[in-house]
DNA sequence: TAACAGGAAAATT
DNA sequence: AATTTTCCTGTTA
């Protein structure tokens, strides 16, 4: 795992670099990123409308933070690892990442993204729980901005920079210029405004699904739960949280909060009562209609489409 | 304890 | 008629 692939270009210990072309077109403003790469690439397979913009700069700049010592590297299997200690190699092509390099461009670098995606929310969101804050950094207290500063500080090894935002609410915070930051505080200022840019991104990215519909494609017939899943499957940077591609290429998917997912799946039919007992049941009949097995290597909440494409 | 497997039947379209 | 929801008994990790 720690030799540098070249489909990845792991740049150096601890940053991870996803195509430059992002850094460009968003205009994220992080020196560390020296590589300058002509290539385009897509970001996201999902409609053009979203906020993936402000996203896309998320992520780099989520990863040319992320501290020390190439411990993001490994913190990805890590991560998984949480709940699946002997993640098989083929689900998990990112980790196979030495080998031959060649096919591991697109669709590797897609489960990477949207990986990292669910990674990066779950992180905001255990940071809220934690912290007793919300995810909106508009919704924030000063009190609230004090101790996201706090925590910010400890997980990035930042100077402590607290007083220098004291008396500020959220929505004055989020209304700073990075140059403001960095005139309050010259050490780490820039580093904190651009995480605040992340918790920013997250938390636009979830107003789709608080009550919002989860898509608006009203066509008719009722929707099937498999194709639910799949539109959630699309959407990493909202539901990667709830539910994501362990393969996409086999069409293994693991549903990460079971209660959300059958909340959303309640929303959508109108079925208040929905839950994963049942929603759970709606996927085994899939089992006979060859539509949704469970994987070869069975895993709780991992399920497989039978058909990906 | 929560996820899993499926039978049975009601409900929804 | 097809699909999903609801409820259920029992098993598994």
Request: aromatic fraction near 8%; glycine fraction near 8%; charged fraction near 25%.
């Amino acid at each position: 795992m720690g030799s540098a692939s070249p489909g990845l270009s792991v740049v150096s210990p601890g940053c991870l670099l996803l195509s430059p072309d992002v850094a460009l077109r968003t205009g994220v403003e992080k020196p560390a990123v020296e590589t300058v790469g002509p290539e385009k690439r897509e970001w996201s397979p999902s409609p053009p409308a979203t906020p993936e913009q402000g996203l896309s700069a998320f992520y780099l700049s989520y990863f040319n933070m992320y501290p020390e010592d190439g411990s993001w590297v490994a913190k990805v299997p890590a991560a998984s690892a949480r709940e699946e200690p002997l993640e098989e190699p083929e689900q998990c092509p990112v980790i196979d990442s030495q080998a031959s390099g060649s096919s591991l461009d697109e669709h590797s670098l897609e489960q990477v993204q949207s990986m990292v995606v669910g990674e990066v929310l779950k992180d905001i969101e255990t940071a809220c729980k934690l912290l007793n804050i919300t995810a909106d950094p508009g919704d924030w207290s000063p009190g609230n901005v004090q101790k996201w500063l706090l925590w910010t500080e400890h997980q990035y090894r930042l100077p402590p920079a607290g007083k220098a935002f004291q008396e500020l609410g959220g929505k004055e915070l989020c209304a700073m210029s990075e140059e403001q930051f960095r005139q309050r505080a010259p050490l780490g200022g820039d580093v904190l405004h651009a995480h605040l840019d992340i918790w920013k991104s997250a938390s636009t990215s979830e107003e789709g699904w608080t009550d919002g519909e989860v898509d608006s494609s009203c066509s008719g017939q009722p929707i099937h739960l498999w194709q639910f899943l799949k539109e959630l499957l699309l959407k990493p940077h909202s539901y990667g949280r709830f539910i994501r591609w362990l393969n996409k290429e086999k069409g293994i998917f693991k549903i990460e909060d079971s209660a959300q997912v059958a909340r959303l799946w309640g929303v959508r039919k109108n079925r208040p009562a929905m839950n994963y007992d049942k929603l759970s049941r709606s996927i085994r009949q899939y089992y006979k209609k060859g539509i949704i097995r469970k994987p070869d290597i069975s895993q709780r909440l991992v399920y497989q489409f039978v058909h990906p494409v």
